[in-house]
């Protein structure tokens, strides 16, 4: 009886938001209204709003895309279009400002990584005041259908988050053509959708959001069934030493997959199921040979709209040697540690993390949200007692659009640091954010 009501309240929850239009997508509505479409005909140019169906649909693909998080930018003020509709071009932009303070120890950085904050207080850097434009980006993008090809896409992204947050550096290029997807994009075990909101550029301390190059095919199997398999080029990220052991380069790609149920408006909302499989060479010193032990990790994400005002999001991970994929310990370079039983040799240490959030949407374009994350690192071996144990992070903050393509957030981060001896220490951030997308 139990698991036929939970049975009927998950019906119930997918079923009233199948084709209920959410405060967030209302929101995406109203950002639309303000592109404006030009057209060459007949030597003049004519300016419209997208009022077609149709025209309207392609732009909306800005903001329904599997790998799009709410950081992302959305559709350009304008878009250039073919005589026959087929080709569509934006170029475009979003100009980020944040700032935040301080106190009770400060990260070094800019980002809010729990993994950062020093468990030793030093005096020197207990309060600090910091701001930044990463973020700022550019990006080029070209929508349309062919014959031979049928939907086509080709988009390139590039923000000015390089060196001091400043330096111009490449965030995405790829191509879709049909279900194929070739190029520098975000992994296929990552689901940015699944992240909640925040004014903090870190996010969740568990954010997987690996970009690599990578060959993706993501058929939709039935109208509420995508999956998606991928060939990516590996990052690795082991604690080799140069004197027991050594980094070899890497010769395997990782492989990636997800399985995912969705619904709602252009199939918004979604439970996805991922995996990933990868490979981590490396070379003992000692015995003077090579070694590849195997890397893995699955993940259980979801977005959802259980009524129009209130968005969900939630994520859970687990696996061995897929630190390098993102979050806090990719900081720690945990994809291989050394054995502590056999000089010279490594092995692929577990983790586990999740994170989960709650928005309101008060009117479509002001709401509020909540979110908690945490990272565990779980060795099978003694490590060092100041080695980190797990990180905890929690964020509260309100976003606001005064009008669509302006955004306002203010936000209050807390997180903790604890190590395997016990000790541990807090710390906090006070941030607002200002940006303009066009």
């Known amino acids: 009886m139990k698991k036929l009501l939970i049975t009927a309240a998950v019906a119930a929850i997918i079923g009233s938001s199948a084709s209920a239009q959410s405060k967030t997508d209302e929101h995406n509505d109203s950002i639309v209204s303000t592109t404006r479409v030009l057209m060459l005909e007949n030597?003049?140019?004519?300016?419209?709003?997208?009022?077609?169906?149709?025209?309207?649909?392609?732009?909306?693909?800005?903001?329904?895309?599997?790998?799009?998080?709410?950081?992302?930018?959305?559709?350009?003020a304008f878009l250039f279009m073919s005589k026959e509709q087929n080709v569509m071009m934006g170029i475009g932009g979003t100009v980020r400002m944040r700032g935040w303070y301080d106190w009770g120890g400060a990260v070094p950085g800019n980002g809010f990584f729990p993994y950062l904050i020093p468990v030793v207080p030093d005096p020197t850097n207990d309060k600090k005041l910091g701001t930044t434009p990463a973020g700022t980006c550019l990006y080029f993008r070209v929508l349309g259908e062919n014959k031979f090809l049928g939907h086509f896409e080709a988009y390139i992204e590039a923000n000015f988050n390089g060196w001091q947050g400043r330096d111009f550096r490449l965030k995405k290029a790829y191509a879709v053509v049909r279900d194929f997807t070739v190029g520098y994009a975000s992994s296929s075990f990552s689901d940015p959708a699944a992240t909640p909101s925040t004014v903090d550029a870190a996010g969740p301390n568990n954010k997987l959001d690996h970009t690599t190059v990578l060959v993706r095919y993501m058929p939709r199997i039935t109208k509420n069934i995508l999956a998606a398999v991928s060939v990516e080029t590996p990052d690795t990220y082991p604690s080799t030493d140069d004197v027991l052991t050594k980094t070899r380069s890497s010769y395997i790609p990782d492989f990636a997959a997800f399985l995912q149920y969705d619904w709602g408006v252009r199939n918004s909302q979604h439970i996805r199921l991922s995996a990933l499989y990868r490979s981590l060479p490396y070379r003992d010193l000692v015995a003077g040979k090579n070694y590849n032990p195997a890397g893995w990790g699955i993940q259980l994400s979801s977005v959802s709209h259980p009524v129009d005002a209130l968005t969900l999001y939630a994520t859970a991970s687990y696996g061995a040697g897929y630190a390098g994929m993102g979050g806090d310990l990719v900081i720690g370079r945990y994809d291989l540690l050394p054995d502590a039983s056999v000089d010279g040799k490594m092995y692929a240490p577990r983790s586990f993390g999740w994170n989960v959030g709650v928005q309101y949407n008060i009117r479509h374009n002001l709401f509020v949200s909540v979110m908690g994350s945490q990272t565990r690192f779980l060795p099978s071996q003694e490590v060092s007692p100041d080695e980190y144990k797990y990180g905890l992070m929690g964020a509260v903050?309100?976003?606001?659009?005064?009008?669509?393509?302006?955004?306002?957030?203010?936000?209050?981060?807390?997180?903790?640091?604890?190590?395997?001896?016990?000790?541990?220490?807090?710390?906090?951030?006070?941030?607002?954010?200002?940006?303009?997308?066009?």
């Open 43 to 76: 030597g003049k140019v004519s300016v419209s709003r997208p009022i077609d169906p149709e025209v309207r649909d392609k732009i909306l693909t800005f903001y329904y895309d599997q790998f799009r998080h709410s950081q992302d930018p959305g559709a350009p």
């Open 397 to 438: 903050n309100v976003f606001w659009n005064p009008i669509p393509r302006v955004q306002l957030g203010a936000e209050f981060d807390l997180g903790e640091r604890m190590n395997f001896s016990g000790a541990h220490r807090y710390a906090r951030r006070f941030g607002l954010m200002g940006q303009l997308t066009f």
